[in-house]
C-alpha cells in the first residue's frame, strides 16, 4: 500500500458505546492529524501528533483521545460516543518540518451515532 | 488566532467557462502558505494547488490557478475551461510555519464551496 489506510470505512455506533478508529500510514510521516468534517463547518482539528510518543489538543478534543506508539499508527478513540460526534473523520499526515508541505489525506470514516 | 474564510457556499459554471473561488483569511503572521483542496462526492482529498507567502508569483497547476494578494488577504482560485470532473468541493486552507506562533503545521480549513459544473 501507499498512503493512509483508514478503517472502518463506515459505522453506526450507539450512544455510549466507546470506539477506536483506526488510521495506518506507510510514509514514514512523523506528523499526523486527526480532522472531523461538519456540513457547513469544513474540517476542524481534533488531536495531532508531531511524532511517535507525543501528542496534542486541537480545535475540538473533547470526548476524543489519541496515541502514537509507533511512527505509522495513530488511532482515535471516543470513550463514550454521543450523538454530537456523528460525522466523517479524516486522518492526514505530512513530513515533519516547516515547508509547505502536503497533507495526504486517508480515504475517511462516517461515523453515525444514534 | 488564524481564520480562513469561504463566502461562497454554493456556486455553479458552465462546461468550458471560468470561475472563480473566493478565499479570505487572517493572520498575524508573515510567513505562511495556502492550499486549495478539492473533494468530489468520492470523499477523498485531493490537493489542487499550494501558495508560499513569501512567493510574489501566483502559483499555476495546469487550468488551476490562483490570485494572492497578500496585503488584503485574499487567495482566489480561478479554474479555467471548467470539466464536469471538476464538481466538487473545494476547500481553502491555512497553515503556518511549524512552531512559529504555536502552529503545528496543520490545516486550517473554509467551510467549503460547493462547485458544480453543468454540461
Known amino acids: 500500500i501507499a498512503g493512509i489506510t483508514q478503517a472502518p470505512t463506515s459505522q453506526i455506533l450507539a450512544a455510549g458505546r466507546r470506539m477506536t478508529l483506526r488510521c495506518t500510514q506507510d510514509?514514514?510521516?512523523?506528523?499526523m492529524y486527526w480532522y472531523r468534517q461538519d456540513l457547513g463547518l469544513g474540517l476542524r482539528l481534533i488531536h495531532y501528533?508531531?511524532?511517535?510518543?507525543?501528542?496534542g489538543k486541537g480545535e475540538v478534543p473533547d470526548g476524543y483521545s489519541v496515541s502514537r506508539a509507533n511512527t505509522d499508527d495513530f488511532p482515535l478513540t471516543l470513550a463514550s460516543a454521543v450523538p454530537s460526534q456523528t460525522s466523517v473523520y479524516f486522518c492526514?499526515?505530512?513530513?515533519?518540518?516547516?515547508?509547505?508541505?502536503?497533507?495526504?489525506f486517508g480515504p475517511g470514516t462516517r461515523l453515525t451515532v444514534t | 488566532a488564524q481564520t480562513v474564510t469561504q463566502s461562497q457556499p454554493e456556486m455553479s459554471v458552465q462546461e468550458a467557462e471560468t470561475v472563480t473561488l473566493s478565499c479570505t483569511y487572517d493572520?498575524?503572521?508573515?510567513?505562511?502558505?495556502l492550499f486549495w483542496y478539492k473533494q468530489p462526492p468520492s470523499r477523498q482529498m485531493i490537493l489542487v494547488i499550494r501558495?508560499?507567502?513569501?512567493?510574489?508569483q501566483n502559483a499555476t497547476e495546469n487550468r488551476f490557478s490562483v490570485n494572492f494578494q497578500k496585503a488584503a488577504k485574499s487567495f482566489s482560485l480561478k479554474i479555467s475551461d471548467s470539466q464536469l470532473g471538476d464538481t466538487a468541493m473545494y476547500f481553502c486552507?491555512?497553515?503556518?510555519?511549524?512552531?512559529?506562533?504555536?502552529?503545528?503545521?496543520?490545516?486550517?480549513f473554509g467551510k467549503g464551496t460547493k462547485l458544480s459544473v453543468k454540461p
Open positions: 492526514a499526515s505530512r513530513e515533519r518540518g516547516s515547508g509547505p508541505y502536503e497533507q495526504y
Open positions: 510514509m514514514r510521516h512523523n506528523a
Open positions: 501528533s508531531n511524532t511517535a510518543g507525543t501528542t
Open positions: 493572520t498575524s503572521e508573515n510567513n505562511y502558505y
Open positions: 501558495q508560499e507567502a513569501y512567493k510574489q
Open positions: 486552507a491555512f497553515t503556518g510555519l511549524l512552531n512559529y506562533g504555536g502552529s503545528q503545521g496543520n490545516l486550517i
